[in-house]
């Protein structure tokens, strides 16, 4: 027998105390409104299909509006989301957020290099208490120094983001925000002292709060936790910042109590080192604290550039649930809110797997010939360029479908197929990418310039695209999908496969 929902007395009282704890700043009729539409929908929702909404026990539905979905969780009020961001990038990029997955964080605070409020939404200067002399003297405070004096007059895009392809890393903004975290973990505790957890993300960091709910309430919050996605800056491990870290209240007791003590020490450190989640998870250490390799629950890639058959650690991120994307475009945001939105609708209650997103988002997108489209296909390469590089020999020995690869888009895929291990390919004119792995792509018109979310921005190309034929086309070869599928799912058969990292 399947559980369905109970609507009596005591959960509709739940579900009444779950909402009017809520820390929006709703007009308190509007949210009266979206009560009782939320009941109703309960009601109907229970009324109308049983075997359809099957949510484990523990769970309640929260609807606070009609077309929004929230899933509640017993931990739902002791997490506080800490966005990290600055000033030069929160326009472009905090209102998705706003949009999508901040209507079901509970409590949150955004963090950035100057006061200001966006859309109902107030935004701290987490760097106000920094030491006078390293505001004076520490070259990257220039920006926080103008910002301060001007606002955002007068900083121009080569300010804003550097200049060449790997801009970013000379940006201004880039380079502030290494002295953000640690200011960032004393703040937060100080704003929320009782919180079981805290989840650190940036502004191009999509959580997906559901998972995040059910895979922290698998920890003991009384014990100092650092989960953290693995990344490595000479000999020294850290949580990486764009995948977003967590740290449990004592974790975050002994990270301020070690900062405090040895404050003058870490500044002098901080102006050293180039990445403030490195210097974070050095202190961590320090504090006596041993990361937790948390991948594939925190995730590095976003939802476009993500080798679906990627593993790590012994582990295969297909059989798992993501918490975290990184570097999400606003594309992406809206992508990844809209599926969870419907998937809860139709599946109330089931964890969302890598496997689940592929699935419903990824496979129905794939195509035989997409236009205008990037599927980031980089295994073996041909080119008319390398072909009249190669000596007669290298010539001779290769196929004449490779030969002819790069001639057309047909020829292309002809290649592709022509390998049983080649699932996807791009062609521009005279070049012909192929790939082994399986990547969704994002469309050709959009240039990035990133490295951290604190850098860069994903930005549409300014310049008027002359030639729509000298755009990048993708394809994936159809008929070899299922099998891909089949053997991926092979993979999670084993219940260790299902579980959540603990
Ligand atoms: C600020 O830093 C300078 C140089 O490291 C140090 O001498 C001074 O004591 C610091 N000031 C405070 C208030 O910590
Ligand atoms: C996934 O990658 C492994 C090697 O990393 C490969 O052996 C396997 O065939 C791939 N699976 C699929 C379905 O492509
Ligand atoms: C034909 C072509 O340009 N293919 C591209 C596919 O995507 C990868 C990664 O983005 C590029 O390196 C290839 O050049």
Redesign the pocket.
Known sequence: MAPSYNIDKASIMTFISLCTSSKALRPLRLRLVFLLSGVLSLIFLNCYDHSRVQPPQSRILLYEHPSLVCLASDLQDDILVVLRTGATELLQKLPIHFKTTLKCFRDYVIYSDMNEDLEGHRIHDVLSGV????KENSPEFELYNHLHAHGRENLDFQTIFGSGPSGALGNPGWKLDKWKFLPAVEQALEHRPHAKWYVFIESDTYMIWHNMLEWLSKFDADKPYYLGKHMYISDVLFGHGGSGFVLSNPAMHLVVNHWRVN??DL??YTEQEWAGDMILGKVIKDAGIDMFWAWPHLQGDSLYTIDWNISKLDKQAWCYAPTTFHHMSQDEFRLMWHLEQAWHRHNAGKTLRFRDIFKTLVRPRLQAERGEWDNMSAGVEYSQELLTGLPDQGKDALSPVEREAAESFEACRAVCESKPACIQFSYLPGKCSTATELRLGRAADLQCLEYSSAAGACISSAAPIEDRQNLIRSGWIMDRIPDYVHDMDLLCESAAGNDWIM
């Open positions: 030491n006078k002399t390293n404050r003058e500044d002098r």
